[in-house]
C-alpha cells in the first residue's frame, strides 16, 4: 500500500500528516482524531539565527534590569498589586484527589475541577496506553460516562485494528519492535470553558505534543503537533466523566529553528521524564 493510499483510507489525515488516530466521541459514522505526525525542515535560514540572537539579546537584558536596584525597589514591588493569574496558572486549589490506575480521578465539582480533569483526560486520550487493548479497556473504562462505555470501547478497538497497528510500526498489543519506543507524550497548553453548569461542562483543551517512533529503521520519526481537544463532561459517580469529544487541528505558530535530536536522545528522554497532573 503506497502512502497515498494510507492517507486515503480513513486512518490518516493528509496534507502530509499521518495521524495516529482515535474514534470520535459524539456523533455518527466513524471519524477519528489522534496522535499527529508532521514533517519539518532542519535548516537554519541566516535570518532565523538573527531573529533568536536578537531575542536572546533581548531576554538577557531584561533579566539583568530585574535585577538591579536594591531594598527600595524590593519594598516598592512589594507594595505594587498582585497581577490577576493567567489563564492557565494554577488555582491554588487542590486539583485531585487521588490517582486510579494511573489516571487523576476525584476533581473538584467546579469549573476548575472541569478543566483539571479536561486536561488530564486529553493526556490520556492521546497516549501511547490507548494502543494497548489491555490498557485501552482500562482508560475507557475510567474516563468516559458508563453508558457510553461499550460503545466507545467498541470504536477504539475497531479504530485500533491489528492492521492500523501494523501500519504504524507496532504489534497487535501496541508495542513497538525490538529496539524501537512508540512515542505519544501530549502536553496541555491551556484550557477554556465554553458551557459550565452544575452536573455538565464543556472544554477546550489547547494541547500539543511529541508522535512517533524513535528508534532504527523508524518509518514514523517523532515529531510535534498542535490540536484542541473538546471534551463534553458529564459530572457522575463523584467525579467528572467524558460523555464526547471532537478535536481540530491547531491553533499552531511557527516551526522554530530547533536542532533535531537523535531517535536514542528523544527515545532516553521518554523513558526518564514522567508526566505531570495536570491543574487548572
Not at 480521578?105 to 486536561?119: L, N, P, T, Y
Not at 487541528?249 to 526518564?272: H, L, R, Y
Request: glycine share 12%; charged share 25%.
Amino acid at each position: 500500500m503506497s502512502l497515498d493510499d494510507e492517507r486515503n483510507d480513513g486512518l490518516f489525515g493528509g496534507s502530509g500528516e499521518t495521524r495516529t488516530r482515535l474514534p470520535e466521541g459524539e456523533g455518527g459514522g466513524d471519524d477519528v482524531y489522534g496522535a499527529r505526525r508532521s514533517t519539518r525542515s532542519g535548516r537554519t535560514s541566516p535570518r532565523s539565527l538573527v531573529t533568536v540572537v536578537g531575542v536572546v539579546v533581548l531576554l538577557i537584558a531584561a533579566i539583568a534590569f530585574a535585577n538591579r536596584g536594591g531594598d527600595d525597589a524590593a519594598s516598592t514591588r512589594a507594595d505594587e498589586k498582585k497581577p490577576d493569574a493567567a489563564a492557565t496558572a494554577p488555582s491554588g486549589e487542590k486539583p485531585v484527589g487521588g490517582k486510579n490506575g494511573g489516571i487523576p480521578s476525584g476533581f473538584a465539582h467546579d469549573e476548575q475541577g472541569a478543566e483539571s480533569a479536561a486536561s488530564n483526560y486529553a493526556v490520556s486520550l492521546v497516549s501511547a496506553d490507548i494502543l494497548k487493548p489491555d490498557r485501552r479497556t482500562e482508560i475507557v473504562k475510567q474516563l468516559f460516562v458508563a453508558d457510553k462505555v461499550s460503545e466507545l470501547r467498541g470504536k477504539f478497538d475497531k479504530t485500533y485494528s491489528k492492521e492500523f497497528l501494523s501500519k504504524i510500526g507496532l504489534d497487535d498489543k501496541g508495542n513497538a519492535a525490538p529496539g524501537q519506543t512508540y512515542v505519544s507524550r501530549t502536553v496541555p497548553v491551556g484550557t477554556k470553558t465554553t458551557a459550565y453548569s452544575d452536573n455538565a461542562a464543556t472544554v477546550a483543551v489547547w494541547c500539543t505534543g511529541a508522535f512517533g517512533t524513535a528508534g532504527q529503521d523508524a518509518t514514523n520519526p517523532v515529531s510535534n503537533d498542535w490540536f484542541t481537544l473538546t471534551l463534553k463532561l458529564r459530572w457522575a459517580d463523584g467525579d467528572w466523566k467524558v460523555e464526547s469529544f471532537q478535536s481540530k487541528d491547531g491553533p499552531a505558530p511557527v516551526n522554530g529553528d530547533n536542532k533535531v535530536s537523535t531517535a536514542d536522545e528523544i527515545a532516553k528522554a521518554v523513558q526518564e521524564y514522567g508526566g505531570f497532573t495536570y491543574a487548572r
